[in-house]
DNA sequence: GGGCATGTTAGCAC
DNA sequence: TGTGCTAACATGCC
């Protein structure tokens, strides 16, 4: 489901609430884990036993991992959570937590629920000693990424760009939709090698990639099935879905290709 | 029933 | 070593 903007909003949602209890500062009191190999990298009783009687010090965001930080006393330790292709995570009543597709529940205090809904099974929760032990092996943040080191970055690849901009060591955080909702915006063609591209138009794709993601954030990520509900960024789709509809800017029909394993929406006329 | 799905990774070929 | 392709993970929707 979720990319960059979507994961965002969650981590909003977490820290403020925003209709929902927050999950920030909320006490880990049990953890119930329905579906044992959602939990990676420690034993489910070692996963529990380390997670039970901890706030909730923080939550946040890198890439498309959340990051929930656990303080018990003076020691922290970060829970990691990536949602995958059908992952969600809500804060509601301990009583209505436990649905067909909870895999993990963490339960709090005031009768709270943490649920880590996920139909599909893809999703993961980490526990390392540090975040890095999890991310470390991902690029910078699409958002935290300055436009040099994303030129840098571009030159020293080979791959096609709708490939680069979906491999997470690249940069994190951008999916199949804003990878081409960024191209379009960009004008660049998704198969266009990296290496081919002038500068003015590698800052028009980073330029185009920080606009997407942002405007995806500000309207609370897209909702376009029923993986993920509340966002309205799929009324501001130019290219993704668009199969065989005009293109906003010259009115030939969208295109849909494979690229890496990927469906890919392009105007074959405004994007070269 | 077939084809599709906002994600990632291991294995393999070049 | 980098890149790309396939399969796998597992389920639900149209």
């Not at 969650?10 to 884990?33: F, K, N, Q, S, W």
């Not at 470390?136 to 096609?160: C, K, N, S, T, Y």
């Amino acid at each position: 489901m979720p990319e960059l903007p979507e994961v965002e909003t969650i981590a909003r949602t977490l820290r403020e609430g925003r209709g929902a209890p927050a999950l920030l500062g909320r006490r880990i009191e049990d953890v119930r884990v329905l579906w044992p190999r959602e939990v990676h990298g420690l034993a489910v009783d070692a996963f529990v036993a380390a997670v039970n009687g901890a706030y909730v010090a923080q939550v946040g965001r890198v890439g498309k991992y959340l990051i929930v930080e656990l303080q018990r006393g003076a020691v922290r330790r970060p829970m990691l959570i990536h949602l995958r292709m059908s992952g969600r995570l809500d804060v509601l009543s301990a009583a209505d937590a436990f649905t067909k597709h909870a895999r993990v529940v963490w339960l709090l205090d005031g009768g709270l629920a943490l649920r880590f809904d996920d139909a599909r099974k893809f999703g993961r929760v980490y526990l390392p000693e540090h975040i890095d032990d999890v991310v470390g092996h991902i690029g910078p943040d699409a958002l935290q990424i300055g436009a040099d080191e994303f030129l840098q970055r571009l030159r020293d690849r080979r791959g096609v760009l709708k490939s680069l901009l979906l491999d997470q060591h690249f940069i994190a955080g951008v999916g199949n939709i804003y990878a081409d909702e960024s191209l379009f915006r960009a004008g660049l063609h998704p198969l266009r090698a990296a290496h081919t591209v002038a500068e003015n138009d590698a800052r028009a794709l980073f330029d185009a990639v920080r606009a997407v993601l942002f405007e995806g954030i500000e309207a609370n990520g897209a909702s376009f099935d029923w993986v993920y509900p509340g966002g309205n960024f799929q009324n501001n789709f130019r290219v993704y879905g668009r199969t065989d509809q005009s293109c906003v800017q010259c009115g030939r029909p969208i295109q849909r290709i494979v690229v890496a394993q990927r469906s890919t929406h392009f105007c074959a006329v405004c994007q070269r």
